[in-house]
């Protein structure tokens, strides 16, 4: 060993020591938690509790929605089928999706239509699965009430005949 022996650390000095390293760590911990917070005062709304709940809502609402429209029976009763099929049916029947035929397709329709209307208003109602696709209950939408649907299933025999 050399000649030179190490000095004692004292309990003053270790402290000093000590408080001199934490005091750069503590400030640097004091301005990133100022920093958050500074953000999130900016971006929810800082301390009105109904803003941070509302913005907290708004990040969590789904990117989209389906709305589905209704067609409720005019001031004589009558249900608009053209208006069912609009909000809800095209969705298939204009495309042909889930093997659905297509509105004015004579050649698809006509087999179907040849069962007769109660057959079709008890598949649009109650579902179907056939040879050629699927035709969920009520076009998929539950809130459709019979006459709707049976005004929906008149409106698009009435394109296809």
Known sequence: ??????????????????????????I???LIFKLVMGIMATHVGGDDPKAVA?????????????AIGEAKPDAAG????????ESI?????ATGAAGAPKVGDKSAWGPRIGQGKDTLFKHA????????????AKGGNPA??????KA???????LSK
Do not use: N, W
């Open 1 to 26: 060993m050399s000649g030179h022996p190490m000095e004692k650390t004292t309990l003053t000095q270790f402290l000093l020591a000590l408080v001199g390293a934490l005091i750069p760590v503590l």
């Open 78 to 85: 009558v249900v608009d089928g053209k208006k069912v099929f």
């Open 152 to 158: 929906a299933v008149d409106y698009m025999v009435g």
């Open 28 to 30: 640097v911990a004091f």
């Open 54 to 66: 509302e913005e907290i809502a708004k990040r969590l609402k789904p990117v989209g929605e389906v």
């Open 89 to 93: 049916c095209q969705a298939c029947h």
């Open 144 to 149: 459709l009430s019979d006459a709707e649907i």
């Open 125 to 136: 109602t109650a579902g179907f699965t056939g040879k050629s696709g699927t035709m969920p």
